[in-house]
């Protein structure tokens, strides 16, 4: 057990490394936030002075040693485009904003997308059955600022519900979650209904019905237990859908979160928030799979040596 | 009512392909010319014209002609990135679970660290290095999907590996390299087919999230998802816009996902798990 | 004795609570929300980053000099004011008893103002204006409480009007203040003269302003709350405006239909930019810069490409007509007799076969979105459909400000073109300075014609004989077509309901402090 979590941890690591590595140098390639920070009537010495103050004139490996000696000791620099704030800071305040929007649209998904499975797989080949799959259906072929966007105009423009945008009450989480869970929900809503049909036509539940238990916990004790399993295999790369959907719904939805956080640093070349931004959701993701294969191992350890 | 359902979408995808294929030679109207005159001219039923059936666009391009060839360019990326994502995901997953041991670890670790990555990020700063263009859009969403293929490829690979024919092809002396040619690819292939259908809806629908935030196929081509990214700011005044592009991206993506259902069913019922 | 202060005091809290609940729910009523698309870099200086933040920073700051409707000037913090010695002295007489919000910073004293303008033009200040107002201002002087006397390297007639206006970024601060907030002060809770302070700010999301106790000695607010909203879509204000969530946003031209349809009035600031195509790499007086190998290097070509395009169609169409033919670059008064070029694809293709070109030629034209400017893409795209009618085929490339920017400002020979746009500057001869003289990284075109042209403006002591030669430059930089001039563009604000008098007279004044109240 031990030996396992130190290699996650020193996996952990590696992608960290990797990662910033990537983004230093991609970010780097393309110009320096200097064009945006100088008026138009700026002069050659303009730009150098610029330059020298953002420190971008020395060597790029020295550039990338500095961050990461500074990163080790929790200074991640200070934001180009946003005064001389702390990126760190920036970024951890964006993040409870998103990780609550993605808690609420998984939950959302989780819960809805197993209901629906399970009414699907146990009414098969009705049309509730049908209803299901095509809502699902359609779930997965929508693009998300598409819906987005109608969902306020029809919700919050001409019926008045809920708020347009913005963040502050519940309410607001309506829409986002919504929309951010709705591409989820159509692959919740599949692989359950598939692996409860699988679950529903086993020996075990046959047992289970021929001695004579009640059809609902057949149902929900038996078959749906077992279904749950690649539903937790695929948690990961739900939540990575959802946070990598979070810059089009956080823009669409004026969410302050650091999905346009990442966007508008990029946009904007500003290096440190840059870094900051993609290790701080890099590290996120590594602690969510982690979280996920701990949850796996708990549910079914004989899956411990498989896939 | 299924074998109903499944001819239906084996129609509709013939008729994506036709349409991508032929649909540009048969158009009236250049879908790349509009007319500053004639922008966001209503559907024929909504006060528009016979001139553009289907309205046109925010630059006066007619929107029929754009979506037939949209059907084309959208296609073509599916086709593109499918081919590439595909080849390298199944070339690691397939090597990976043949040779086992320490090359099977680290690749796997390797497609663990891939699925670990923010790639949207990755993503847009390689567009914005680069600016959008057809090659970056392609490179962009490969990196997206082929750990898919990676981890169907080789989870197949382990279960045919340990078939009666390929131990027989071993034992008769054939090299690695034919056995993985001759015997194993050839039956993992189907699970791999079913990955791909089941991405094309994810690559059309990314792709649309991707020029949305500036970084998909460059104007003034008309793939679908650009186009319902261009119409944003007309979802409720100039709806059709979005709309006629997200309905055809709807019913590709709705038939290819009930051919890739059925084709789950008939080739490995025990696959409809492990794909979503 | 102690237990019955304590019983007193928790009562009156009590009460207080009681009242403050209507209080507050009414308090959201005399709330104007304004949806914006950004905050740039949010800070609280004027010094600390783009103009783009007077939309909440003027709330708060204020100016020595003011405009009136006509851009003419009146008296702002600065009672009255005067220039000499041909236009490098001015000397600024401030109003008395103007207090800070922070009543240790008391009254605005030339002390202030001097250290305003000192960080203003600090190496380290990000404002835009900050490195040509470093070259002109040699020293500033607070001979007493009241006057503020500004020594300049180099004659400016406009200073007052330009960058000691309103329209620029030199707020006023307390310099006691600024200097105990140390590092601190860019985010720290501004301190100003205006009728409004910060009362909260959540980064990237909202910026709150609440009206100050008392009169105001210049404008009388009628809202108590200003809260600004960072809705980076479009399609998301429009949303908010229909749905009563917003009193004011930007939009785009497009949207003004719909709009007026759901009974959003318009308010639009007139002319306030404008959107241009510049020709890369005609620095004819750089031999490092200048691409003779461009068909645009020749005149004629660059000519035809401004006689190709149907601008007003453009116009009409991409900008809801909000907007005039651009003669030019940028919206300059003196130039406004400069007559623009007229449609006339035939000349076009006349001038172009003279040229050498009678099929065209390809071209790149590289394209990005700015706030304003979300139209250029698509104009860019109208445009390529005009020029491909004479032969001119041009690739669009999406890309965005600061790729284009390093490579335009990089040093090379260009061979693209890109979509800008172009606005005011404080000084208009600054603006051309900064768009066509060599010195300037920017600079796509020059002449040693237009070199000696500037030179002779900048010599000139005349006040008349400037604008003069003012005008004589807009009118040789459109005879020899230094960029295909577009649009002068209006920028296009939804107002609800709601909202009563109020308007945007220039760019960067937004006057959100004297939005009124409908009845």
């Known amino acids: ?307 | 009512m299924q074998k109903f359902t499944f001819r239906a979408a084996l129609v509709l995808l013939a008729l994506f392909v036709l349409t991508a294929v032929f649909g540009p030679y048969l158009v009236e109207h250049d879908p790349l010319k509009g007319s500053l005159r004639a922008r966001l001219e209503p559907p024929l039923w909504a006060g528009g014209s016979a001139e553009h059936l289907l309205g046109t666009d925010r630059l006066g391009r007619d929107m029929l002609a754009r979506i037939v060839s949209g059907a084309r360019i959208s296609l073509t990326v599916c086709v593109v990135v499918i081919a590439i994502a595909g080849s390298i995901g199944t070339a690691i997953g397939t090597l990976s679970g043949y040779v086992g041991g320490w090359l099977d670890r680290i690749l796997m670790r390797l497609v663990d660290l891939a699925l670990s990555l923010p790639v949207i990020l990755l993503a847009l700063l390689i567009g914005a290095v680069s600016g959008p263009s057809f090659g970056n859009i392609v490179l962009v969403i490969s990196l997206v999907l082929w750990s898919q293929y990676a981890r169907m490829a080789r989870g197949e690979t382990l279960r045919v590996k340990n078939e009666d024919y390929v131990d027989l092809a071993r034992t008769s002396g054939l090299g690695h390299v034919r056995i993985i040619a001759r015997h194993i690819l050839p039956n993992i292939a189907p699970a791999l087919i079913v990955v791909a259908t089941l991405q094309v809806g994810v690559v059309i629908v990314l792709e649309a999230s991707l020029s949305f935030l500036g970084v998909g196929v460059p104007p003034p081509n008309p793939s679908w998802g650009s186009m319902v990214a261009d119409g944003r700011s007309y979802v409720v005044t100039a709806w059709w816009v979005s709309l006629f592009p997200g309905i055809a991206i709807l019913l590709v993506v709705m038939a290819v996902n009930i051919v890739g259902d059925a084709l789950t069913d008939r080739i490995n019922p025990a696959l409809r798990g492990r794909t979503a | ?519």
């Open chain 1, 1 to 307: 057990m031990t030996r396992l979590i130190l290699g996650r941890l020193a996996e952990a690591l590696a992608a960290l490394l990797l990662m910033s590595l990537a983004i230093f140098l991609l970010s780097r390639v393309t110009g320096d936030p200097v064009a945006l920070l100088l008026g138009d009537g700026a002069t050659a010495e303009d730009r150098d002075l610029l330059i020298a103050q953002l420190r971008l004139d020395r060597p790029l490996w020295e550039q990338y040693l500095s961050f990461l000696g500074n990163a080790l000791t929790g200074d991640f620099g200070q934001s180009v485009a946003a005064g001389r704030r702390d990126a760190l800071e920036l970024v951890l305040d964006r993040l409870p904003a998103s990780l609550s929007l993605a808690a609420v649209a998984l939950g959302f998904t989780l819960v809805t997308g197993i209901a629906m499975g399970v009414v699907a797989a146990i009414t098969r080949g009705s049309a509730v059955d049908v209803f299901v799959r095509i809502v699902a259906l359609l779930g997965q072929s929508v693009p998300a600022f598409w819906l987005g966007i109608v969902l306020i105009y029809v919700v919050a423009v001409h019926w008045g519900w809920l708020p347009t945008s913005g963040y502050g009450t519940p309410a607001h989480y309506v829409l986002p979650a919504l929309t951010m869970g709705t591409f989820t929900l159509a692959a919740v809503t599949r692989l359950v209904r598939a692996s409860m049909l699988d679950a529903l036509g086993s020996e075990y539940i046959k047992l289970a019905r021929i001695k004579g238990l009640p059809e609902a916990t057949v149902i929900l004790k038996h078959a749906l237990s077992n279904s749950l399993i690649p539903v937790v295999t695929f948690m990961g790369a739900f939540f990575a859908t959802m946070i990598t959907g979070a810059v089009v719904v956080e823009t669409v939805f004026a969410w302050p979160g650091i999905g346009r956080l990442a966007y508008e640093s990029i946009v904007s070349r500003d290096f440190p928030v840059i870094q900051t931004v993609v290790l701080v959701i890099t590290a996120c993701f590594i602690l969510a799979n982690f979280c996920v294969d701990m949850l796996y191992l708990a549910i079914d350890p004989r899956m411990r040596d498989r896939g």
């Open chain 3, 1 to 519: 004795m102690q237990d019955h202060g304590y019983f007193r005091r928790s009562l009156a809290a009590l009460a207080a609570c009681a009242i403050a609940v209507p209080v507050i729910a009414q308090a959201q009523d005399d709330t104007l929300v304004v949806a914006l698309p950004t905050f740039s870099e949010q800070t609280m200086t004027p010094w600390g980053g783009s103009g783009q933040r007077k939309t909440y920073l003027d709330t708060v700051y204020e100016y020595l000099v003011y405009l009136d409707a006509e851009g003419n000037t009146e008296p702002g913090l600065a009672e009255s004011w005067t220039v000499e010695n041909d236009g490098t002295k001015w000397t600024f007489t401030l109003r008395a008893g103007v207090s800070f919000s922070d009543e240790s910073c008391g009254t605005v004293t030339a002390e202030d103002v001097k250290y305003s303008i000192e960080r203003l033009i600090a190496e380290d200040s990000r404002a835009g204006p900050a490195s040509t107002m470093r070259r002109i201002i040699d020293t500033v002087e607070a001979p007493d409480a009241l006057t503020v006397v500004v020594n300049l390297s180099a004659p400016d007639f406009l200073l007052d009007a330009g960058y000691f206006g309103e329209a620029q970024q030199l707020g006023i601060v307390c310099k006691s203040y600024a200097e105990a907030q140390g590092e601190a002060v860019d985010t720290a809770p501004p301190v100003g003269t205006g009728a409004y302070v910060l009362e909260r700010s959540v980064d990237g999301s909202e910026i709150t302003m609440v009206r100050r106790e008392g009169d105001h000695w210049r404008v009388d607010p009628q809202w108590e709350r200003i809260s600004f909203r960072a809705v980076p879509e479009e399609a998301t204000r429009v949303a908010m405006l229909r749905a009563g969530e917003a009193d004011i946003a930007p939009v785009n031209f497009d949207s003004i239909a719909g709009l007026e349809g759901a009974g959003i009035r318009i308010v639009s600031a007139e002319k306030t930019w404008s959107p241009v195509i510049r020709l890369g790499g005609v620095v004819q007086t750089d031999a490092e810069r200048f691409n003779t190998e461009l068909p645009w290097a020749d005149r004629r070509v660059r000519q035809a490409m401004n006689y190709a395009i149907d601008k007003q169609a453009i116009i009409d169409e991409l900008f809801a007509g909000q907007g005039t033919v651009a003669n030019g670059d940028t919206p300059v008064a003196a130039w406004d007799s400069v007559p623009p070029y007229p449609y006339d694809p035939e000349k076009a293709k006349e001038l172009l076969a003279e040229a050498g070109y009678p099929n065209g030629f390809d071209m790149v034209m590289k394209t990005f979105t700015t706030t304003p400017g979300a139209e250029l893409p698509l104009m860019a795209e109208a445009a390529a459909l005009y020029l491909a009618e004479v032969g001119i085929n041009v690739t669009i490339e999406p890309t965005d400000w600061p790729s284009v920017r390093s490579e335009w400002t990089g040093g090379g020979k260009l061979d693209f073109a890109m979509t800008h746009r172009g606005f005011p500057f404080p000084n208009p001869e600054n603006g051309v300075e900064a768009g066509f003289s060599t010195r300037s990284l920017f600079a796509s075109f020059t002449s040693d014609e237009l070199e000696a042209k500037l030179a002779s403006l900048a010599a000139e002591t005349d006040r008349a004989a400037r604008r003069e030669k003012l005008t004589e430059i807009g009118q040789y930089i459109r005879d020899e077509a230094g960029a295909i001039f577009m649009v002068l563009a209006n920028e296009p604000y939804g107002v609800g309901a709601d909202v009563g008098d109020w308007s945007i007279d220039t760019s960067y004044v937004y006057n959100f402090d004297r939005a009124g109240k409908a009845e």
